[in-house]
């Protein structure tokens, strides 16, 4: 499909952020957008069109029964100038099996990501290079068709938007607050949390609301049926370093699949560090904090890449993780990965996706 060009004159453009150690995180958006349509039992009109609200009925079924999906990855500016982004291919691919859990037609991931690279080559510009910033990168489906009828949609919009973004956290590559959710539940087996799709967030946002207003940057959710194994942070995946060894939730269907945690798995183990993919009671993290086994704690994801962890909350107690501090494991695997990510390391993996 040739993709059709409705560009902004140069004097149309918004003015880029002047600082850029102040970007925050989704606040600021780019001058264009991506759009393709399915309809007539396929996808159609492929499009990079200016950046402006949608119209939409009001009986969109989005917004009736959160028939959406998303995925987030970014683009990096390397010190020769290059457009990188980070294994966008398995981006893509997740977003397939989203689309497939929520009833959602499939999109060609080739062409998604041909598609991607004329977007970035188009707004490149506002690629960020403030250290710890980059260009975030939001693919989205959500269903348009007006029915009140509960089935799949028949229409659906897809659409790219690019934001440059800092740091996902306030604190940066410091130490955060988590609190351990023992009561309300984020996923249960044949649910939802192994994909990207609105509705999976909206049941995490009254306790993540909860957790901020106690003072906790995020929190740690715990298994739906017995509230007893870890599963992951909100917006991450859980890591936790146990007798030097890493120890993560194995992916049962109630994790997501984070394509940072599936890279750092293999840079741990690249670098001899032990991984193990298993079920963790938090009973046995609480014991191991005890007994001076577990030394560092860290949050894995996009937005963040690696968050060390200072602090759990469990019952009202709070429990320090080794010295408060950022752990030699979590900042060595967060200086590898970030290096490859922002053109500092060499990329050995075939990892970064280059826009030329």
């Keep these: 499909m040739d993709i059709q060009k409705k560009l902004l004159p140069k004097s149309h453009r918004k003015e880029h952020p002047r600082d850029e150690s102040k970007l925050g995180f989704g606040d600021i958006y780019t001058d264009h957008i991506f759009k393709m349509d399915y309809y007539d039992g396929k996808w159609q009109n492929p499009r990079i069109e200016p950046f402006s609200p949608f119209q939409l009925s009001p009986a969109a079924m989005v917004l ?29 691919k997740r977003f397939n099996q989203s689309a497939q859990r929520m009833a959602i037609p499939l999109t060609d991931p080739v062409f998604l990501l ?42 659906y919009l897809l659409f790219i938007l690019l934001a440059p973004v800092g740091p996902y956290y306030p604190e940066g590559f410091a130490p955060v607050k ?12 044949g649910g939802l949390g192994a994909i990207k799709a609105g509705a999976s967030y909206a049941t995490s946002l009254l306790a993540t609301d909860n957790a901020a207003k106690k003072g906790f940057t995020q929190l740690l959710w715990l298994d739906a049926c017995h509230h007893r194994y870890v599963e992951e942070v909100g917006s991450m995946n859980i890591c936790f370093v146990i007798e030097n060894k890493i120890v993560t939730s194995n992916l049962t269907g109630t994790v997501l699949p984070g394509i940072t945690r599936s890279s750092l798995i293999t840079v741990a183990k690249d670098l001899g560090i032990e991984v193990q ?45 080794g010295d408060g501090g950022v752990g030699p494991i979590t900042q060595k695997l967060y200086d590898e990965l970030v290096g490859v990510q922002y053109g500092h390391k060499p990329d050995t993996r075939g990892w970064i996706e280059f826009v030329d």
């Excluded at 963790?280 to 577990?294: D, T, Y």
Aim: hydrophobic fraction near 35%; aromatic fraction near 8%; charged fraction near 25%.
């Design 64 to 92: 009736h029964y959160s028939q959406t999906i998303f995925e987030g990855l970014k683009c990096y500016r390397h010190p020769d100038g290059r457009l990188a982004m980070f294994r966008p291919s398995e981006n893509l």
């Design 114 to 155: 041909d598609a991607l690279k004329e977007l970035l080559r188009i707004e490149g510009d506002w690629t960020p290079t403030h250290p710890g910033s980059s260009l975030y990168i939001r693919p989205t489906i959500i269903a348009t068709e007006p029915h009140l009828g509960v089935r799949p949609s028949r229409e």
């Design 178 to 189: 988590i609190y351990v959710e023992s009561f309300y539940s984020r996923s249960a087996p």
């Design 277 to 321: 993919e298993r079920p963790l009671e938090i009973g046995e993290v609480l014991e191991a904090r005890s007994s001076g086994k577990l030394t560092e704690v860290f949050g894995t994801g996009t937005a963040a890449v690696i968050s060390p962890v200072g602090l759990l909350s469990y019952n009202d107690e709070d429990l320090v993780i």
